[in-house]
Structure formats: structure tokens, C-alpha cells
């Protein structure tokens, strides 16, 4: 080092003042490499320990240039100082080449002697550094020995310190893909994190809704059936109903009510859909159906009315519905009831008769012909027939989720499967129960029904324990998941 390479040169120095309009540019790309203010790194210390010992200089320093400061990454020799003012600065001219800067007495240069290094207690008179240059051509700072007696370097000298420099930025360019993992690790992270957070919110949302939705859909469901089943003098009441959605209303309905006289009215049908809509045709049909029959109780008038009432609907749209309505007349001693039924496109009312023998029940299909679907066509006919319903006896009415129910071998339960169970019921026959063990039917099945069903049974005791005209026993069974009850003038509990 004691002499001066002809390669080397002593570039004129700028004031800080007159940085170029590239500055912008380079500012962002040290704020890019996010390495300033970061604690000590031995990979730094290392640089500039080699560039103290190669150079033979007792300091040496590692320093990036801020807006307003340079900032000390590493320093060799150099105690209690981490950064200094830019302006007048050392560093702040070596950043305006790509060329290494040297001064050989800092005394005599016009813009290094004010420098605190220069003029302070430390005195330095020797400065050499290179540029730390990123691969798109911006001058992080750099790599710079010191010394306190002015000095010469040689071509070599000088090749070291941009070699030095080189290797500082290839630290940086790892360090910045390190952080770039990490940074795209931890923004993984947190985008599962919130994923996971908002699968879990939107469950907990989900939960909440399938609640209410679950609740409203019960409350509505309520308020298409009977809160419970009446008493009627000689007669046993049983009624259930199974929901197959918490979620979707269903269409299936049933009622019991008095026409005056001693005489009765009935009915059980099912509207086609579920949902809001389908709730509302139940709502209409219910009621159609009661208004109806107090102005003519003839079956076959009362679902005429119904099928102009949905079709004269247009909020009904295409809706229509099946249903069977029937009158019950009590005849003398209580001897049992005549029952006229009318049916509009509905499964048959089953008839259970205890046959002959006593583990033996003959099932008749009560299926008026020619009985149309109600609300589809404007000149709907509808059947009527009449039975006679003797103590000891039974009808059942039910929605056709029974009947299209799945068994365990994986086709429908049909009028074949529920007549064969029917027949195998114990006598005499008992309203409550026959639901008793229909509902239980659906129970056991693999699958459960795939729709709604309800189910009303109505039966007359072989020996009536309540006299013609006093309080007679309903009976009304909830859908499953409820609490099911029977009661006797009590409201049940709701699907």
C-alpha cells in the first residue's frame, strides 16, 4: 500500500446537496432490503473485519445510506457510534459513483474535512470505499476503511474493497429471499389463520341460522296444524306428524272440527313443495276447507270450493295440493259412525277391520274413483263414497312420504308394504295405537322418510267408556326430535 496504483484515482467529490434525481429510486431500494436499524450480524462483522486486516487499517465499517443519515451495519475499530449526520459525509459522496472512492488525507479534501470523523477527537485522514450496487444499479451504501495518518492504495487495495462490497450485497439478496420466505411463511400463515377464523365464523353463523331458520320453520309448521285434536264424543282421535327438514315447512296438513249437530268434519291432504310459499297454500287450503264445509258440508262441495278458491289465487301460481275431507254422523247408541269421504288425487284412506281371526286385520282401500287433483284444472271432479265405521274399527289417513318411504332393501315401502303392516296390527284397533306404531315404522326405517308425512287415525272403541255426548280422548303424537305426547285436550307438542 505504500504505493499508489495508477488504476486508482481520486473521483471529485459532489455535496451531499447535489444528489442526483435517481435518489427517490435509491431510498426505495434500501427500504426494500429492510436492513436498517437491524441488530448486529456476524456476516457483516466478518466483512468488515476482512476489510480492516486485507487493507491493514485499524477501522472499517459496513454503512448504508439514509435519507438524512448513514447508518452503521458493521463497524471494526470503530466503538460507541452507529450512525452520523449525512450532510457533510464521507459515505454519502462514495454512493454517488460506481467507482471506489478514495481520499488519501481527508484534511485536505474540501468536503471531507468538515466530516465529524475527520474533524472530531477520532481524526481520521485516510478513507477508501466502494459502492454496495444492487443488481438494478441503485448504491446502497458501503463497504470503507479508515485511518488517523494519510495513506496510498494500490489497484488491489481497491479491488478488495469492491470485492468486499460485492459480497455484502449478495448477503443482502439472501437475507432479503430469507425474509421474503419467512414473510410469505407467515403471510400463509396468517391467510389460514383468517381462513380457518372465517370458516369458523361463518359456521357459527351457519349454526345460527340453521337455528333460526330450524325455529321459524317450526313456529310456521305450528301454525298449519291444530294445536290439538278435539274431543269427539265416541270416537278416538290419534294424529302425527314427521318432519323430514328442520329447515323447509312443509305441506302436509290435517284437521278436526265440529259442523253442529252431532256431526263432524275431517280432513288430511298434502300441498306440492315446501318452503314459504308451499306454507301459504297450506294456510289457505286449511281454512278454505273449514269455511267451506260450515256452508256446505258435502266432501265433494267442500273441495270443489277449495280447487276454484286456489286456482281464482294468483299468488298460488301453479301450486295445487291432494287431500281427503270426510263427515262423520254418529249413529244411535253409539254404535259407531258413517263416515262420507271425498277425495281430491290423494293416496286411499285405509279401513282396518278386525277380521276373524284374532291376529288378523282386513285392510280395505277407501279410494273413491275419479277424485282429480285440487287447484290443477278449473274442471276438477272430485269422488265421494261412504263407510260405515263400526266399534272396534279403524281409518287411517296418511300423505304419501309414508308410502315413498325406502325399506332396508332399498325400494318404497308402497300401498303393498303399508297393507301388509296394516293387517298385522293388534285388535281391536286403537287410534292411538295404530300411530303409535306407524310412527315407529318410520322410525325404523334406514333412511327415514325423504318427505313429510302426517298421519290421522280415527277409531271406535268396542266398549265406549265415555257416553254418547261427553268428553271423548284425542291423541296427537309430535314429528321426531320432539317431544312427543299424547294428550287429551291438551295441545301437543309441535313438529
Same mark, same amino acid.
Given at each position: 500500500?505504500?504505493?499508489?496504483?495508477?488504476?486508482?484515482?481520486?473521483?471529485?467529490?459532489?455535496?451531499?446537496? &447535489?444528489?442526483?434525481?435517481?435518489?427517490?429510486?435509491?431510498?426505495?431500494?434500501?427500504?426494500?432490503?429492510?436492513?436498517?436499524? %437491524?441488530?448486529?450480524?456476524?456476516?457483516?462483522?466478518?466483512?468488515? /473485519?476482512?476489510?480492516?486486516?486485507?487493507?491493514?487499517?485499524?477501522? /472499517?465499517?459496513?454503512?448504508?445510506?439514509?435519507?438524512?443519515?448513514?447508518?452503521?451495519?458493521?463497524?471494526?475499530?470503530?466503538?460507541?457510534?452507529?450512525?452520523?449526520?449525512?450532510?457533510?459525509?464521507?459515505?454519502?459522496?462514495?454512493?454517488?459513483?460506481?467507482?471506489?472512492?478514495?481520499?488519501?488525507?481527508?484534511?485536505?479534501?474540501?468536503?471531507?474535512?468538515?466530516?465529524?470523523?475527520? +474533524?472530531?477527537?477520532?481524526?481520521?485522514?485516510?478513507?477508501?470505499?466502494?459502492?454496495?450496487?444492487?443488481?438494478?444499479?441503485?448504491?446502497?451504501?458501503?463497504?470503507?476503511?479508515?485511518?488517523?495518518?494519510?495513506?496510498?492504495?494500490?489497484?488491489?487495495?481497491?479491488?478488495?474493497?469492491?470485492?468486499?462490497?460485492?459480497?455484502?450485497?449478495?448477503?443482502?439478496?439472501?437475507?432479503?429471499? +430469507?425474509?421474503?420466505?419467512?414473510?410469505?411463511?407467515?403471510?400463509?400463515?396468517?391467510?389460514?389463520?383468517?381462513?380457518?377464523?372465517?370458516?369458523?365464523?361463518?359456521?357459527?353463523?351457519?349454526?345460527?341460522?340453521?337455528?333460526?331458520?330450524?325455529?321459524?320453520?317450526?313456529?310456521?309448521?305450528? %301454525? &298449519? &296444524?291444530?294445536?290439538?285434536?278435539?274431543?269427539? !264424543?265416541?270416537?278416538?282421535?290419534?294424529?302425527?306428524?314427521?318432519?323430514?327438514?328442520?329447515?323447509?315447512?312443509?305441506?302436509?296438513?290435517?284437521?278436526?272440527?265440529?259442523?253442529?249437530?252431532?256431526?263432524?268434519?275431517?280432513?288430511?291432504?298434502?300441498?306440492?313443495?315446501?318452503?314459504?310459499?308451499?306454507?301459504?297454500?297450506?294456510?289457505?287450503?286449511?281454512?278454505?276447507?273449514?269455511?267451506?264445509?260450515?256452508?256446505?258440508?258435502?266432501?265433494?262441495?267442500?273441495?270443489?270450493?277449495?280447487?276454484?278458491?286456489?286456482?281464482?289465487?294468483?299468488?298460488?301460481?301453479?301450486?295445487?295440493?291432494?287431500?281427503?275431507?270426510?263427515?262423520?254422523?254418529?249413529?244411535?247408541?253409539?254404535?259407531?259412525?258413517?263416515?262420507?269421504?271425498?277425495?281430491?288425487?290423494?293416496?286411499?284412506?285405509?279401513?282396518?277391520?278386525?277380521?276373524?281371526?284374532?291376529?288378523?286385520?282386513?285392510?280395505?282401500?277407501?279410494?273413491?274413483?275419479?277424485?282429480?287433483?285440487?287447484? /290443477?284444472?278449473?274442471?276438477?271432479?272430485?269422488?265421494?263414497?261412504?263407510?260405515?265405521?263400526?266399534?272396534?274399527?279403524?281409518?287411517?289417513?296418511?300423505?304419501?312420504?309414508?308410502?315413498? +318411504?325406502?325399506?332396508?332393501?332399498?325400494?318404497?315401502?308402497?300401498?303393498?308394504?303399508?297393507?301388509?303392516?296394516?293387517?298385522?296390527?293388534?285388535? !281391536?284397533?286403537?287410534?292411538?295405537?295404530?300411530?303409535?306404531?306407524?310412527?315407529?315404522?318410520?322410525?325404523?326405517?334406514?333412511?327415514?322418510?325423504?318427505?313429510?308425512?302426517?298421519?290421522?287415525?280415527?277409531?271406535?272403541?268396542?266398549?265406549?267408556?265415555?257416553?254418547?255426548?261427553?268428553?271423548?280422548?284425542?291423541?296427537?303424537? +309430535?314429528?321426531?326430535?320432539?317431544?312427543?305426547?299424547?294428550?287429551?285436550?291438551?295441545?301437543?307438542?309441535?313438529?
Amino acid at each position: 500500500m505504500a504505493q499508489q496504483a495508477s488504476a486508482s484515482r481520486e473521483p471529485e467529490r459532489v455535496r451531499p446537496s &447535489l444528489i442526483t434525481s435517481d435518489e427517490v429510486g435509491r431510498i426505495a431500494a434500501v427500504r426494500r432490503y429492510d436492513i436498517l436499524d %437491524t441488530p448486529p450480524d456476524g456476516a457483516f462483522d466478518r466483512v468488515a /473485519a476482512m476489510a480492516a486486516r486485507l487493507l491493514d487499517v485499524p477501522v /472499517a465499517s459496513v454503512t448504508i445510506v439514509d435519507s438524512d443519515r448513514i447508518w452503521f451495519k458493521a463497524a471494526h475499530g470503530l466503538e460507541g457510534v452507529s450512525e452520523i449526520g449525512r450532510d457533510p459525509g464521507l459515505c454519502a459522496s462514495a454512493v454517488l459513483s460506481d467507482d471506489a472512492l478514495v481520499i488519501s488525507d481527508a484534511l485536505a479534501d474540501p468536503v471531507a474535512c468538515s466530516n465529524p470523523l475527520v +474533524a472530531g477527537l477520532m481524526g481520521v485522514r485516510f478513507y477508501a470505499a466502494a459502492p454496495i450496487i444492487t443488481d438494478d444499479g441503485h448504491r446502497l451504501g458501503t463497504v470503507n476503511v479508515l485511518d488517523t495518518r494519510p495513506r496510498l492504495v494500490t489497484a488491489a487495495d481497491t479491488a478488495t474493497l469492491v470485492d468486499l462490497a460485492a459480497i455484502v450485497m449478495d448477503e443482502l439478496e439472501l437475507r432479503l429471499s +430469507a425474509l421474503g420466505t419467512v414473510r410469505a411463511e407467515q403471510a400463509q400463515r396468517e391467510a389460514e389463520h383468517q381462513r380457518a377464523e372465517s370458516e369458523r365464523v361463518a359456521r357459527e353463523q351457519a349454526e345460527r341460522d340453521k337455528s333460526a331458520i330450524a325455529a321459524f320453520a317450526a313456529t310456521l309448521q305450528r %301454525t &298449519l &296444524l291444530p294445536p290439538a285434536l278435539p274431543p269427539v !264424543p265416541g270416537l278416538e282421535l290419534a294424529a302425527h306428524y314427521h318432519t323430514a327438514s328442520a329447515q323447509d315447512v312443509g305441506g302436509d296438513f290435517y284437521d278436526v272440527f265440529p259442523l253442529g249437530s252431532e256431526r263432524w268434519a275431517f280432513f288430511l291432504g298434502d300441498v306440492c313443495g315446501k318452503g314459504a310459499e308451499a306454507a301459504a297454500v297450506t294456510s289457505l287450503t286449511r281454512y278454505t276447507l273449514r269455511a267451506a264445509a260450515h256452508i256446505d258440508p258435502d266432501p265433494e262441495a267442500v273441495l270443489t270450493t277449495l280447487n276454484t278458491a286456489l286456482l281464482m289465487d294468483p299468488s298460488i301460481g301453479s301450486r295445487f295440493c291432494t287431500a281427503v275431507f270426510g263427515v262423520l254422523v254418529p249413529e244411535e247408541q253409539g254404535a259407531g259412525f258413517t263416515v262420507t269421504v271425498a277425495t281430491g288425487g290423494h293416496p286411499p284412506t285405509y279401513h282396518l277391520i278386525p277380521g276373524e281371526q284374532v291376529d288378523r286385520v282386513r285392510v280395505d282401500a277407501v279410494r273413491p274413483k275419479g277424485g282429480m287433483l285440487i287447484g /290443477a284444472f278449473a274442471q276438477a271432479r272430485f269422488a265421494t263414497t261412504t263407510v260405515r265405521l263400526a266399534p272396534g274399527e279403524a281409518l287411517l289417513l296418511y300423505t304419501d312420504g309414508l308410502t315413498e +318411504a325406502r325399506t332396508r332393501g332399498g325400494g318404497m315401502l308402497g300401498d303393498v308394504g303399508l297393507t301388509a303392516f296394516l293387517a298385522q296390527r293388534p285388535t !281391536p284397533m286403537s287410534a292411538a295405537a295404530l300411530v303409535k306404531d306407524t310412527a315407529a315404522l318410520l322410525d325404523a326405517l334406514p333412511e327415514g322418510p325423504g318427505d313429510d308425512v302426517a298421519l290421522l287415525a280415527l277409531s271406535v272403541p268396542t266398549r265406549p267408556t265415555v257416553p254418547h255426548g261427553a268428553s271423548a280422548t284425542a291423541h296427537t303424537t +309430535a314429528a321426531p326430535g320432539a317431544a312427543a305426547s299424547e294428550s287429551a285436550g291438551r295441545s301437543p307438542e309441535a313438529p
